[in-house]
């Protein structure tokens, strides 16, 4: 047996996933219970805006374990938690430590994200769970009651013809949307739009939809790059001061996760991405645009890391890309002095990749991200991948992640076309599948 992986799902683990969710509901003694189907499933972790969450086992290439989660949330705490709606191990697999990892790395993802807490319920006869769940040092609330509405009653509170008065009439008719950034697809490039007037000022909230929407532009196949966009007017004024002011240490800690999570979810993206920066570009603005591989900038915007000025310093990533990108000298110049720098300045030190008149800068960023519309999207994603480890190890480490990413590609069905097509047709004429 190799050695066992918890690793977040993936599409092609549906399936599997499926039939360990029948094969609990049998141990729970509620089989006829479970109508779970893999379209349900896929659409609810894999659709455009999925709100549920899984990690698997994997065994020899087969998935033996799955933890299937979701987002609550505390209003005394004021954060999320995670709440774990199934964990299984299939019987063969159970001892070998499975269950456990598969909750320990739930538990990691709420210390690296400042969630308050990891709850789950369990069946009152299931005393091997509650031993094992006890010996953690997991806590039975045994104060609260579970209730539900369901079925019958759930139908007759929320029928129409029995509404409270006092609520108002339901919207019907399409999605939920977020409210100050969305995602935008044509032609196979998707535009993350920030809409927050006057000046996108990024707060708790925008820095969320920020998170999810690059993780959908991920995810989605549809889309080939992306282009970041604020409007023609701005693009980011920065994190919302007054939204900070009255924080102490303790809600900063927390918050710090979330003001750095939404910039590596945008430098994430598996994907070609660019800015389009018009106006400001300040702060966390600033570090928003510095989160893509490439920066295209008005002949009039204003950048800079002005936080000194409010005496703290850069915390969504500014003080390692910006170093990273200009070299530790400038950056520093710009982040001690808190200056803002102008289009060419910018230009010169190496900030952005290219200045344009206002008026012409997003679609130059649409005309840079549509060149990789039925592109070798796997080879991209590897080259972005190498790219960007590599940047973080010496130079004997960064060969190795070149060499084992540029021989995996030999694994697709895009190697196999494009080099085929090369020598039959000649360079730049194969059609790429993204398998």
């Given at each position: 047996m190799t050695d066992p992986r918890i690793r977040p799902a993936t599409p092609d683990d549906v399936a599997a996933m499926v039939r360990l969710v029948h094969d609990l509901a049998a141990y729970e003694r509620a089989p006829e219970q479970c109508v779970l189907t893999e379209p349900m499933l896929h659409e609810r972790l894999f659709g455009e805006r999925p709100a549920l969450f899984a990690h698997v086992a994997e065994v020899d290439g087969a998935v033996v374990g799955?933890?299937?989660?979701?987002?609550?949330?505390?209003?005394?705490?004021?954060?999320?938690?995670?709440?774990?709606?199934?964990?299984?191990?299939?019987?063969?697999?159970?001892?070998?430590?499975?269950?456990?990892?598969?909750?320990?790395?739930?538990?990691?993802?709420?210390?690296?994200?400042?969630?308050?807490?990891?709850?789950?319920?369990?069946?009152?006869?299931?005393?091997?769970?509650?031993?094992?769940?006890?010996?953690?040092?997991?806590?039975?609330?045994?104060?609260?009651?579970?209730?539900?509405?369901?079925?019958?009653?759930?139908?007759?509170?929320?029928?129409?013809?029995?509404?409270?008065?006092?609520?108002?009439?339901?919207?019907?008719?399409?999605?939920?949307?977020?409210?100050?950034?969305?995602?935008?697809?044509?032609?196979?490039?998707?535009?993350?739009?920030?809409?927050?007037?006057?000046?996108?000022?990024?707060?708790?909230?925008?820095?969320?939809?920020?998170?999810?929407?690059?993780?959908?532009?991920?995810?989605?196949?549809?889309?080939?790059?992306?282009?970041?966009?604020?409007?023609?007017r701005v693009f980011a004024a920065g994190a919302d001061v007054k939204e900070m002011a009255d924080m102490g240490y303790p809600e900063m800690f927390r918050h710090g996760h979330l003001l750095q999570d939404f910039t590596r979810a945008v430098a994430a993206i598996g994907k070609p991405t660019v800015s389009a920066i018009t106006g400001f570009a300040l702060g966390g603005g600033l570090e928003l645009a510095l989160a893509t591989d490439l920066r295209f900038c008005a002949d009039d915007a204003k950048l800079g890391q002005p936080e000194i000025l409010l005496g703290i310093i850069p915390g969504a990533g500014g003080t390692q890309r910006l170093a990273r990108l200009i070299g530790p000298s400038k950056a520093k110049d710009l982040i001690y002095t808190g200056r803002f720098v102008g289009a060419d300045e910018a230009l010169a030190l190496g900030l952005v990749d290219e200045v344009l008149p206002a008026a012409e800068v997003h679609d130059r960023a649409v005309a840079w991200a549509s060149q990789f519309v039925g592109g070798p999207s796997i080879a991209l994603r590897t080259a972005k991948d190498v790219v960007d480890r590599g940047l973080e190890v010496d130079l004997q480490t960064g060969l190795e992640i070149e060499r084992a990413g540029f021989s995996a590609l030999f694994a697709t069905q895009d190697q196999s076309d494009g080099m085929r097509s090369f020598v039959e047709n000649g360079p730049g004429k194969a059609t790429f599948t993204g398998r």
């Open positions: 799955l933890a299937v989660w979701f987002l609550n949330f505390s209003t005394w705490d004021g954060v999320h938690g995670i709440y774990l709606e199934d964990l299984f191990v299939d019987p063969a697999q159970r001892g070998t430590g499975l269950g456990h990892a598969l909750l320990a790395r739930l538990a990691q993802v709420c210390v690296e994200r400042g969630y308050s807490r990891l709850q789950w319920q369990v069946l009152d006869w299931n005393t091997p769970s509650i031993e094992f769940y006890e010996a953690l040092g997991a806590v039975d609330l045994a104060d609260w009651r579970t209730y539900r509405l369901a079925g019958e009653p759930l139908r007759a509170l929320g029928s129409p013809s029995r509404r409270c008065p006092m609520l108002a009439p339901t919207h019907t008719g399409g999605s939920i949307m977020a409210e100050f950034v969305r995602l935008e697809v044509t032609d196979g490039v998707g535009t993350i739009r920030l809409d927050r007037p006057k000046m996108n000022a990024l707060d708790a909230r925008v820095q969320t939809e920020l998170l999810e929407a690059a993780r959908e532009a991920d995810r989605r196949d549809d889309v080939a790059a992306v282009v970041v966009w604020g409007g023609e």
